[in-house]
Nanobody, 136 residues
Framework: EVQLVESGGGLVQAGGSLILSCAAS????????IGWFRQVPGKEREGVSC??????????YYTDSVKGRFTISSDNAKNTVYLQMTSLKPEDTAVYYC???????????????????????????WGQGTQVTVSS
């Protein structure tokens, strides 16, 4: 059974920090990129960050609004990806989802790149989400 389980969300004051975890199982972890997405009511799910090491280069991406504040990392031995979030802003309030997208086939070119945000359409497996609320 494929599982992606997010944890670490919660309520934090502006300027604070949280670390989200995404524990993955049931699929070949090393053959998939892991993306972090967020969504607020009434808006489309937004790609925040992604990480892949399919080519051994440790490709990462951060959307402009979080660049310099968020850091994605992977512990492959634990099949777990983390999103360290610092200097949080009220605008970061959202449900955060982790997702896995295949790096084989067309996914090699699109799933996680350095130049554009991860896109929902390229991700195959999704967690249930964890709420992050940043108070002003």
């Amino acid at each position: 059974e494929v599982q992606l389980v997010e944890s670490g969300g919660g309520l934090v004051q502006a300027g604070g920090s949280l670390i989200l975890s995404c524990a993955a199982s049931g699929f070949p972890f090393d053959d998939y990129a892991i993306g972090w997405f967020r969504q607020v009511p009434g808006k489309e799910r937004e790609g925040v960050s992604c990480i892949s090491s399919y080519d051994g280069d440790g490709t990462t991406y951060y959307t402009d609004s979080v660049k310099g504040r968020f850091t994605i990392s992977s512990d492959n031995a634990k099949n777990t990806v983390y999103l360290q979030m610092t200097s949080l802003k009220p605008e970061d309030t959202a449900v955060y989802y982790c997702a896995a997208g295949a790096l084989y086939g067309s996914g090699y070119y699109y799933t996680c790149t350095t130049t554009q945000a991860p896109a929902v359409m390229w991700y195959d497996y999704w967690g249930q989400g964890t709420q992050v609320t940043v108070s002003s």
